[in-house]
């Protein structure tokens, strides 16, 4: 079974205190789309380094594979240093074909691919006011535990919630780094899932997604098949989404 196959599987190990956080943000995606309007969601977390980036691309990943249209994700921080190789590393565990980017004063560029060569996602480490990021008409969602604190962002958002997650700074370079990260990919991925899941049982118009899922797995399939997909959507994304 795929990567994305199996996520709806460990839906039962979402917190309850998570669960309802995600229903709230369904809530919010499912208002949009029911008036015509993009569901804009921006992730952040405070050097947009690790736990942000895994939020926005997962969800981007849950809304095509749930097969809901108009679904945009962005990330930012309010102090941002570089994306930590170490999320790279555990997203290209899950399959995704991610390759490097020139490298700029704040790191590594990275994109990210579903098919071998179209580019969905370009990930870099970025402030949250930054210009591909919305500063109107979008619900922001912090992963830290102390969002006052590190990432005190209401920058012209809808709604602002937190779903917090562990920093994994303190497991760099020790024996249980890969572990962790893995994990918290992981976990995030399903928590995403089960917001889009909700997303998806409800009432408003989107394309039916059975013909769709088999084609969104993240293992390997035909170039044409993803292309095709991204066409489809309307998401041939050249910017940070």
Request: net charge negative.
């Amino acid at each position: 079974m795929s990567y994305c196959q199996s996520l709806p599987d460990e839906f039962v190990n979402v917190p309850d205190s998570t669960a309802k956080i995600l229903k709230e943000a369904g809530k919010y995606i499912i208002n949009q789309l029911n008036n015509g309007r993009e569901a804009s969601i921006c992730f952040v977390c405070q050097h947009n380094s690790r736990k942000s980036h895994l939020g926005q691309i997962w969800t981007q990943m849950a809304s095509l594979y749930y097969g809901i249209n108009n679904v945009k994700c962005y990330s930012g921080g309010t102090t941002p240093t570089y994306v930590n190789p170490r999320i790279i590393k555990a997203l290209n565990n899950t399959g995704f074909h991610i390759s490097k980017k020139d490298d700029a004063s704040n790191g590594p560029g990275y994109y990210l691919n579903f098919g071998k060569t179209s580019v969905d996602f370009e990930l870099f480490s970025k402030r949250y006011d930054h210009p591909m990021n919305p500063d109107s008409g979008y619900i922001a969602i912090s992963l830290c535990y102390n969002p006052d604190e590190c990432c005190p962002i209401s920058f012209g958002a809808d709604e602002q919630l937190t779903i917090p997650y562990d920093d994994l700074q303190k497991y760099d370079n020790s024996s249980l780094e890969s572990v962790m990260y893995d994990e918290q990919c992981r976990r995030i991925a399903r928590d995403m899932f089960y917001m889009m899941d909700f997303v998806n049982g409800k009432d408003y118009s989107h394309m039916h997604i059975d013909s769709c899922r088999s084609m969104l797995m993240l293992s390997p399939v035909p170039q044409k098949t993803y292309s095709e997909l991204i066409n489809m959507y309307y998401l041939k994304i050249q910017k940070v989404v």
